[in-house]
């Protein structure tokens, strides 16, 4: 008897859990993030990585690669390669305050790391 209301506990707890989970990322649209390891050949031969960051719920590979796109030709580097090859899902994480901005308002943000000058 014990057994089957602590099961029930953790059950109703976990769905809740994630309820919540849920209701966060569909308030703030972003509560939680994606990160995108993206590297880069770059005309002059120079390797660029950044990470693309979009809200979690955004998985579809070519919406996130058109981001890096957008994000190249800003750089002056349209037309270089980007596919699964060059940006893959690394993890998720929480959304940063300096971030937010950028997400809402474009749904993304780049974080540049090499080489992005």
Known sequence: MYRT?????????????????????????????AVWDTYVTRRDGRVMHFDIIAPSSQRDTAV?????????????????????????????????PRWEADIRRQGYFILGMENCD
Do not use: W
């Open 64 to 96: 996130i690669h058109g981001h890096g796109r957008a994000y190249l030709e800003s750089k002056g580097e349209a037309g270089q390669p980007l596919t699964a090859r060059e940006c893959r899902f690394c993890h998720v994480r929480a959304l940063q």
């Open 5 to 33: 209301f602590l099961l029930t506990a953790i059950l109703l707890g976990c769905d809740l859990h994630a309820q919540l989970r849920t209701h966060m990322n569909h308030d703030t649209d972003a509560a939680e993030v």
